[in-house]
């Protein structure tokens, strides 16, 4: 047999535009029984919909039984029942069915699903939600509404060819408009409408396909939601192109020639996949090898064909290239497609999966047919797909494998798939095999690893953070190696076999880990840190503790934490700053201030007189994204962007080796000859973050920090501070000081998306 191996990524196609879908989970409402196999069910919603049209909500996956007996029991808009007609459900299988009038009325409205499961009944309440929009009121036009487009001036970010814009307008003053939304679609991304209602094209995806897009738009017409409404196909958008892709699923098959025991035999490719406008689309056969005229093809949609008495020898193989134009161009294909003449093509038979199947969640599986499966050239097809399935696997159509890639996102619950085999012996009586995929519970999952911490701070949010306090720098490596940390918790249940592995991240090098139980300790060879200079510091270090609960590869998950450590030894002048927590979690998007530290100079706490200002060292260490490592003066480090950014605000020259972009006493006084900023406050504005004089809070600046690109950043940043006493804060001079004022680090920045508010 050969076979063409063809693996499409199962995606969700739909044809709503004006449609967002989410997913809805829920536990049952169980109303008249209950059973131990807490059944429940996933719904997928239509959140935004207009007056006249029609949609649908999928069918439901489900956790337990198999449904059935669907029925809608309630239906509530704004909290009232509602007693209309447009919503109806298929009792086999719970697919929804929305009918919409002109005359519906507006709001939320959510919909009550019974059904029966293991003989029990079970009620979801408010399990669908809908919200229903008003369409615009009239005198709301597009203009124009019509834009036709070049693919290839949309996929060329560098492109200078300017695309074309449409503006959203109103006919007089009588409606005025104060919000523009793009309906949610599955392309709606690739669009943008500013809040003048300039509607434009984004540049530089290719995902963005030839093809004719509906844009439907959501307009606030007044100042509260409830003026919100639907502006249905407001802008026809054609995206134009020659013919640039062609294929065929499959793109080999096979033909039995005629013979006595064959009889007469005949031959129909599938469609093809066609990549470019379909305006004046027309096929044809550019070659064939060998040459023969019983091969065709349909002008129209490509589908290829052999009639019978054709009189193809067993034996040959035919290679097809095809010519395709439209309006906008033409391209051959060469070698598109291969027809097999072979003496007998063995019949489908002995198909089937088990019928059953359990899987853990989060596991990396395949599913295959059962051994016994004959057939010649049979290709695959997965015919029914349940929305939690969407996007989470690969489908072989060659084998009928079904493959989940470790660290999907699968909810647990029973999926019933159905797959179907043909070949061209059976291509009008396809077999299909039906079995259920059931995601259960993975012993070995875990989300969080926490040591505590011994700051007095919540351990919810602070978690790992611990201060090693020494007042006697003779006494300080001894004071490391005796430090205990706690043992970690997981939340693991029962005797899941867990594996603990450290690396150090910084400052942490000496630290060392239990295999078995995920104990940290300082080794015996373990040293205070010190500066280039060898003396020993006030600063902070963290590590990265990794733990891996079970042993199989495909079904073992995997954390990873950070845990920092203050070194706490005491400063010049006997001072110990104490931020708690000493971890800032930094919002990078919207920045915000750190807690106020408590500060004492000789055991007595200070709130005056005292200066402190980020001074040197300064390091990037990313835990997720793209950014790149590195000080200010590492050539293509994220902190090397930042810096360049800062400077050309300032309109100054760089200076990879300055504190000014992270000091508020730099950008303040040093900055002061900045004429493109000549206001303090213009200076600290653009400053990436600086410590505020007055409080000692660290302030990090809003949309600073990020690349060019706009992503933010996503780890850990370090720096040395400089602090005096006994001074007047907020001057030049006390700023000029500053520089050669005493080191500490008593605090570390942690950027994290988690944090974005």
Known sequence: MKHALLKTKSRLIMSLMIVIMSVVYTSCDDTET???TKFTIFYSGMTDIGPSMSGRISSPTYKGNTPSDFAITKVTLKGEAYSGDCFTIDPNDGFISINSTKDMQVGLYKLSISCISGGNYYEFKDIVEINFLKAVPDGITVEPNKLQVKYNDI?????????????????????????????????SKYFDITKSGKISIIKGSTALLPGIYNISLKLTTGASSEDEGIFEN????????????????????????????????S??????????????????????????????????????????????QSGNNYVISIHVKNNFGEEDFNNAFTLQVVEYIEPISGFEYETSIDKYQYSKFTISPKEGLKGDNIQFSLINEPDALKGQIEFDAQTGTISVEKGNTIPQ?????????????NAENPADATF????????????????GNNIDVPEENNANQFRITEDNEANADATLK???????????KGNVSVAWSIKNGNNCDNLTIDSNTGKISFNQEATWPADKNGVKANTIGFCYVTATAGTDKDSQ???????????????????????????????PKNGGNSTVPLVTVNGTTTTSNFALDYRRSFNYYPTEGTLVKGAPGTAGSFLNELWTTYYKAMDIKLSTGSRNPMSYYGSVYDMSHSKKLPNQSDRLSVALAYVVPNDLTIHISPNIWKNSNGEYANGIMVGEMTFLTNVTVDTTETGESLKNGKKIAPIIIWFDKKFIK
């Open 413 to 425: 619950g029973n999926y019933p798939l159905t797959v179907r085999a043909t070949n061209s012996k």
């Open 155 to 187: 996929i060329d970010e560098t492109s200078e060819v300017e695309l074309p814009t449409a503006q959203v307008k109103t006919d007089g003053d009588h409606v005025t408009i104060t919000k523009y939304e793009i309906a949610k679609s599955d392309y």
């Open 557 to 587: 998950i995997s954390q990873t934490t950070l845990v920092f450590i203050h070194y706490d030894l005491k400063a010049n002048n006997g001072v110990h700053i104490h931020y708690n927590p000493f971890v800032f979690q930094a919002d």
């Open 267 to 312: 031959f129909q490719s599938n469609a093809p996949a066609l990549k470019g406008s379909l305006e004046g689309i027309e096929y044809s056969i550019k070659n064939i090898t060998p040459t023969t005229d019983k091969i065709k093809i349909d002008p129209t949609t490509g589908v290829l064909s052999v009639d019978k008495d054709h009189g193809l």
């Open 436 to 451: 259920t995929l059931n995601i259960i519970e993975n012993p070995n999952y875990f989300t969080d690893i926490r040591y």
């Open 234 to 265: 407001a802008l026809e958008i054609n995206v134009t192109s020659a013919p640039f892709g062609l294929e065929y699923t499959p793109n080999e098959d096979m033909l039995e020639a005629e013979n006595d025991k064959s009889g007469k035999t």
């Open 34 to 36: 209950t059973d131990s």
């Open 482 to 492: 005796s430090f205990t940390f706690p043992s970690p918790q997981t939340g693991l």
